[in-house]
């Protein structure tokens, strides 16, 4: 089913907020690799928001995902006092791994895989032509 306009608008809203509250709390920059808020999807009646995080470089994705569900309510909290006057209830916050990037990744480790396959398979063809 298709977002309405506020579901995107508060979509929206929630993930510029939370990036900013992640960057305070210091989730931005952790073991050397980074978090971002990929994205938000709000439900239709705007209580529930899936939160989609991308998590780059970072070797335990699970147990930091633990790590920020433990201060789950840290970060509502936070969230509560930034939107507050726009929002009548601030939603409850389900947090997701953003598997696009490693997706990313794997296919340009395949591409290029085929890349040199493909250029392995012609130079062979040119040996074979020169030896005619």
């Not at 995080?53 to 006092?81: H, T, V, W, Y």
Request: hydrophobic fraction near 35%; charged fraction near 35%.
């Amino acid at each position: 089913m298709q977002e309405t306009k506020r579901q995107k608008q508060i979509g929206q809203l929630i993930q510029e907020e939370l990036s900013d509250i992640f960057q305070r709390m210091g989730f931005n920059v952790l073991e050397g690799g980074m978090i971002s808020i990929a994205a938000v999807k709000m439900t239709p009646d705007l209580l529930e928001a899936k939160v989609y995080l991308s998590m780059f470089q970072i070797k335990d994705q699970d147990g930091m995902l633990g790590r920020i569900n433990e201060r789950m309510g840290e970060i509502k909290k936070a969230l509560g006092q930034r939107v507050g006057k726009q929002l009548r209830r601030v939603p409850e916050l389900t947090f997701f791994l953003d598997e696009t990037l490693d997706y990313v990744f794997k296919m340009e480790e395949l591409f290029k895989k085929i890349k040199e396959d493909d250029s392995n398979i012609k130079g062979n063809t040119d040996i074979n032509k020169d030896t005619k």
